[in-house]
Nanobody, 115 residues
Framework: QVQLVESGGGLVQPGGSLSLSCTAS????????MGWYRQTPGKQRVLVASISSGGEKNYADSVKGRFAISRDYANNTVYLQMNTLEPEDTAVYCC?????????WGKGTLVTVSS
């Protein structure tokens, strides 16, 4: 079993920045991928960014150039630095890890971009 604990999120004005972090604990295999999805009411969950244990990063087109994902491999922690935030970025952001072929999810943290 794997547990994920997220921190960060909150209210920010358009154009502002926010940082999220997520730490995984439990049985984690060396080969894994961590990342973030986001979801708004009535819409499908969308992948925001991911980073593999090998350091390969992927971003949704809508956040490229604005968001940056990084990892602390020793502590199984993933970070999401979000810059130049837009109202359309408002969502619940959920951290995940794929390890041993299984997805594990955090509870999610709300990011609200509004003036």
């Amino acid at each position: 079993q794997v547990q994920l604990v997220e921190s960060g999120g909150g209210l920010v004005q358009p154009g502002g920045s926010l940082s999220l972090s997520c730490t995984a604990s439990g049985r984690i295999f060396r080969l894994n991928t961590m990342g973030w999805y986001r979801q708004t009411p009535g819409k499908q969950r969308v992948l925001v960014a991911s980073i593999s244990s090998g350091g390969e990063k992927n971003y949704a087109d809508s956040v490229k150039g604005r968001f940056a994902i990084s990892r602390d491999y020793a502590n199984n922690t993933v970070y999401l630095q979000m810059n130049t935030l837009e109202p359309e970025d408002t969502a619940v952001y959920c951290c995940y890890i794929i390890t041993g072929g299984v997805y594990y999810w955090g509870k999610g943290t709300l990011v609200t971009v509004s003036s």
